[in-house]
């Protein structure tokens, strides 16, 4: 049974910068690239980057330059490096597999821009 667990998100003022962390358990890890998304209050949930299992790495425009994905396999864990928050980037962060699989959802983790 695959279960993923996200933190890292905390209420940071704009230009601040967060790790985010996502652990799995199952065997997502081998199978699957992963990705993580997000979601704002009253808008869908969007992907913000992606990572395959060897490592090649995708980014929406809106966090280019400014966000890195990385995955450390021998933890099963996929990181998300966020610099120059601004607060447009406030929302609830998720990862899942990358395209999503429904039943991966997890509660994700609040992150908070603002002066």
């Known amino acids: 049974q695959v279960q993923l667990v996200e933190s890292g998100g905390a209420l940071v003022q704009p230009g601040g910068s967060l790790r985010l962390s996502c652990a799995a358990s199952g065997s997502i890890f081998s199978i699957y690239a992963m990705g993580w998304y997000r979601q704002a209050p009253g808008k869908q949930r969007e992907l913000v980057a992606a990572?395959?299992?060897?490592?090649?790495?995708t980014y929406v425009g809106f966090v280019k330059g400014r966000f890195t994905i990385a995955r450390d396999n021998a933890k099963n864990t996929v990181y998300l490096q966020m610099n120059n928050l601004k607060l447009e980037d406030k929302a609830v962060y998720y990862c899942n597999a990358h395209p999503p699989v429904e039943n991966y959802w997890g509660q994700g983790t609040q992150v908070t821009v603002s002066s």
């Open positions: 990572i395959t299992n060897g490592g090649s790495t």
